[in-house]
């Protein structure tokens, strides 16, 4: 028999026999019966039907006894459901016929969370935290595997809710209930883990183009809507499945809609075609070149960068030469190690001159990110003079100058004056000194067995962005630097839910703003500049996350 199992090294395994037969019962399909054969067979009694609970499997041995499965017939069908159920037992599972007490996973198939939940309330069952509703994958792996695998979450069916309850005995067995998803970013917890990367990567599309064509609003929507589709520990198989889920407007699910049908978002695929997205895609490439001078260029009948190079009449700043000159670098991704490289460099030369400056990477790597295109740093320094802040970054690019490291550098002084703050216009770029570098870095110090074996070019032009501020501001640019969504929604939640201005420099209650623009506590006392006075600032306790996030738990 084709679907036996066999024995190996001590634990079943399932058998070619044993998949083929599984996909036959799961796409087989009834086929006409041969007229002649109709006419010779002669009337047929009717077989009392027998139900997949009552039907009666030899004994097996449990090898699991800590898991007790019932695998949910809705949308796979009785015959289907028992030879899974009959090989789940072969393999050492325990499997119930009858959902009962006793049992702690459910397992579906082609079945959403929402139609799991909506099933048990018909049978009149209350789901509690310990039961888990997995998607039939997870028993398909455990099978394949000789045991059970671990639960993940493209596993889980449904988020368990396990929020704090007044009564301890109530919250043993709490409701098994579908997240409520905040709508701010920044009280979402998001791993660089992403489970619906179709349509994350739909929406950034999208995104990006209606920012080509300067839409804000639109932009924003799409964004906004990755952001939350990013947060889900589950992958959306079905609309029920974003039922509830915030930012997800009628444009938003129409394009999931289609995909989840087609695959594909027609939408999305006009966009990649479109000689204006892919111009602009193109000359914003180029480091110097924003919305204006893609605009510009495509107007005038440009649609290549050698042609733009090579047109006499075009005049060219600084930034935009350097980025010509360094655009195969500037333009492939910068590694985890090349910017932990760079961050080795940007210290020997700040604690050359100060060593006891802090010097922090920001951005997309301190969010967790294996790579990027440039690389942020933060420099503070405790009990510094103003003297000794404006003349730290100076004295560094005269250094990297003299050492042949620098092929170009813009350097914005400082404007932060304390008594002009806050800023009308919270989204600026904050007024702290910075500097835009590229700087030249060679291959050895990534990898020293790498430039013995490579001829010619022994280093890589690397962007890197220096930001300088005071001591007592640290925390504040720090959350700002390190960017992502969450440090955006943070802001807007701020200013909608709080009444209050967040930027790169302070917290700003508007009836509490003081002389110096620090935030003062209703009492009077001023609160701390670290990381935890957005907690206090916005009244909020630790346990409700908005500011209290680790850098890699904010959306990528």
């Not at 067979?41 to 006894?65: C, E, L, T, W």
């Not at 110090?445 to 007592?472: F, H, N």
Request: proline residues 4%.
């Amino acid at each position: 028999m084709t679907s036996e199992l066999f024995m190996k090294e001590g634990s079943l395994s399932l058998t070619s026999g044993d998949t083929d037969r599984w996909h036959r019962q799961k796409h087989q399909k009834l086929l006409p019966m041969d007229p002649l054969q109709m006419a010779h067979s002669g009337p047929r009694k009717k077989r009392p039907r027998q139900m997949g609970a009552s039907m009666v499997s030899p004994p097996h041995d449990i090898k699991f006894r800590d898991l007790v499965l019932y695998i949910l017939e809705k949308k796979m069908g009785t015959t289907r459901r028992a030879f899974l159920m009959e090989l789940a037992r072969r393999k050492g599972f325990r499997v119930e016929n009858e959902l009962s007490d006793s049992v702690t996973h459910i397992v579906a198939e082609n079945n959403s969370g929402s139609d799991v939940l909506e099933w048990l309330q018909v049978q009149n069952v209350k789901a509690s935290s310990q039961l888990e509703l997995l998607d039939i994958s997870w028993l398909i792996e455990s099978m394949e595997a000789g045991k059970p695998v671990e639960v993940t979450g493209k596993h889980q069916l449904v988020r368990r809710d396990y929020s704090a309850s007044p009564n301890p005995e109530l919250q043993k067995t709490p409701p098994l209930v579908v997240k409520k998803i905040p709508l701010y970013a920044c009280q979402r917890r998001t791993t660089l883990n992403n489970f619906n990367h179709i349509f994350t990567d739909a929406f950034e599309v999208l995104a990006e183009n209606y920012e080509f064509k300067e839409n804000e609003i639109s932009s924003a929507t799409f964004m906004r809507a990755a952001s939350v589709l990013k947060s889900l520990p589950f992958t959306i198989i079905s609309m029920k499945d974003t039922e509830g889920i915030p930012c997800l407007g009628d444009k938003v699910k129409c394009v999931i809609e289609e995909i989840i049908e087609d695959g594909e978002s027609s939408e999305v695929k006009a966009v990649l075609n479109d000689e204006r997205y892919q111009s602009f895609k193109l000359f914003t490439s180029v480091f110097g070149v924003g919305l204006k001078t893609s605009e510009k260029w495509f107007r005038m009948g440009f649609r290549t960068l050698s042609k733009i190079k090579s047109d006499k009449t075009l005049k060219f700043t600084q930034m935009q030469k350097a980025g010509f000159l360094y655009y195969e670098d500037l333009v492939s991704c910068v590694t985890r190690a090349e910017a932990e490289a760079v961050g080795v460099l940007v210290k020997e030369a700040v604690w050359a001159f100060l060593p006891d400056a802090f010097v922090t990477m920001t951005g997309g790597f301190r969010r967790g990110k294996k790579i990027g295109h440039d690389v942020d740093f933060l420099i503070t320094i405790p009990g510094s003079t103003d003297e000794e802040e404006e003349q730290l970054l100076p004295k560094v690019i005269n250094l990297w100058q003299r050492k042949e490291l620098l092929l170009y550098y813009d350097l914005v002084e400082s404007t932060f004056e304390k008594l002009k703050l806050p800023s009308r216009k919270v989204d600026a770029l904050d007024h702290f000194q910075k500097c835009f570098l590229i700087l030249k870095l060679h291959h050895q110090r990534v990898d020293s067995g790498k430039c013995s074996q490579q001829e010619g070019k022994t280093w890589k032009a690397i962007r890197v962005d220096l930001v300088m501020c005071p001591y007592e501001r640290r925390a504040f640019a720090l959350l700002g630097w390190t960017g992502s969504r969450f440090e955006r929604d943070l802001r807007r939640y701020a200013t909608h839910e709080r009444k209050m201005i967040l930027d790169n420099h302070a917290l700003y209650d508007k009836t509490k703003i003081t002389v110096e623009g620090s935030w003062k506590d209703p009492d009077g006392s001023t609160v701390p500049t670290w990381p935890r006075i957005y907690l206090k600032g916005f009244g909020l306790k630790d346990d409700e996350l908005v500011g209290s996030l680790e850098p890699v738990q904010r959306e990528h």
